[in-house]
């Protein structure tokens, strides 16, 4: 290979998601000390002149580098630790380093009951408290008694719902998204129906809404985004996780974005990720293993791509 | 501790089972031998005799009971023989249909069950009415009631001992403060009684105690007008004093004018197994008579007589 062509292989393996670790050692390995020195002298977005002439690495690049080294370890740890620690850790680090309300939402809601029971088991034994009291502890915005709600329900999970009373509800919601309170997360009708009913019953909430509104409830409810994740992280998971993987493959955003694609691909690989798949590519048109390959290196990018195939075997 | 007496030598599934279906044969109803059989037996005991009932004859053993049995004698001996995670998905499911701002029940079965104990009322609730819990009491409750009751029996306590003292200190001082102002149902008095470790709950009763100068229980009791404040002040107590919660429900039951024989019944059915025996002690402490004595006098026939079998004080 030529040195530009080296240069180039390098400087994408040292970006992007996951690190290219074969090329690294391939072409690493061989570099003689001027090599290294004609890479660091002309690849001006990682490494800067120093004043005491050297060329000298960028902090936030060495950091990043660090993150993405670490990216692949990450996605291991998640795939093999048992569901329950795995989602009481998330919840742990959605209060204290965030707060992530998204992902609360999103594991409160996507679980079934007795995985969130599970969850919660863990998160005693992990943490010596409850999920439900440190929530309620450490998040004091508006969004806290709907957060609490979620976290704490188990949900009823058999086939039984009462169509009148899905039929009223759906009124009520349609009623008071009408009267355009500001604060909608607070509305104690909103919050109580989002947070006890079961599952099925608000997919009926749902169906009822649309034929009597015309509209979707998660679409009406745009404004307060964390109500819309809950909407949909109930009724119709595939749709929010699509939209988690399509803004972390944009590759905009914060670094949590960039986390989102492994928690997503790891925590629905057994799950429902064949759908999340199929509706991503409706909503891109790109397939995520394209989208994957294009951004991601090495043993994270291979890695998830075995993740991904699994659900094809599946079925 | 529990009062319950069980024989050393119990007969078999099969001929306890034989037995209870003799005391329907007939005209009328051998209460006394349903008595020395139900009263007698243990959860894991009656579950097993339930089941061998309905192999050997197809039926229910509690339709049957329902059938054959009457009025208070009756529902003690039903709520009895429930297995105790069902028993309270009955009593809550009551409490939420017929709620009044005065029905402690919800708050007595969401605090003084142990965290694993409310998930499984909870779990019976789901099998046997097709609901949650929780949706229930959101839904029949109102205002500052469902602002407690919700959170209250969709908690899931962590159970260690472990205790926060400076976080005590701090939450006692909350406490105090909303108490004093009168703000009852305020979020973090909620957040507090709703969310905390009973042994948090209790370290943050003492520092109170130490701090102030009095049982938080005695600053509830100075607004007779707020409706709200019972329910506050029993959630406290059945959170880290039960048996005093316990024996106060007896003792009302007992003094009331007729006696209130749905408190009577549901205090001993669910506490015989657990701490009938502290409770019935204090009981003698308090009112200067032994608990079966109290019984006899103000209950009879049957009913006394199954009452007086769980509380250990029969011949049998």
Redesign the interface.
Known sequence: MAAADEFGVLTKAFTGLGVDEKSLISILGKWHPEHKQSFRKTTRDIFIEDERQFERWDDRHVQKLQQEFLRFKDAVVLWTMHPWERDARLLWEAVYKGPKYGILVEIACTRSSEEL?GA??AY?SLF???I??DI??HIHSFEKKLL??LV???????P?YGEEVAKSEAKILKNVIKDGAKKLHEE?EIV?IL????KLHLKAVFKHYKETSGNYLDEDLGDHLILKQTVQCLCKPETYFTEVLDVSLKGIGHDFAKEALTRVIVTRADVDLKLIKEEYHHLSGFTLSHKIEEIANGNFKDFLLTLIARGDQEN | MSTLIVPPHVPSVAEDCEQLHKAFEGWGTNERLIISILAHRNAGQRKAIRHAYAETYGKDLLKDLDKELSSDFERLVLLWTLDPPERDAVLTDEATKKWTKSNQVLVEIACTRPSKGLILVREAYHSRFKRSLEEDVAYHTTGDFRKLLLPLVSSYRYEGDEVNLRLAKSEAKILHEKIKGKHYSDDDVIRIVATRSKAQVNATLNEYKNEFGNDIIKDLEHDDDNEFLPILKATFECLVYPENYFEKVLREAINKRGTDEGALTRVVATRAEVDLKIIKDLYHKRNSVPLHRAIVKDTHGDYEKMLVALIGEDDA
Do not use: W
């Open positions: 029971l919660r088991r005693h010596e408290h409850s439900e009291e309620a502890f609490v709600g704490s329900a188990y949900r009823y999970e058999g039984k104690e109580r947070t006890t009913r079961s």
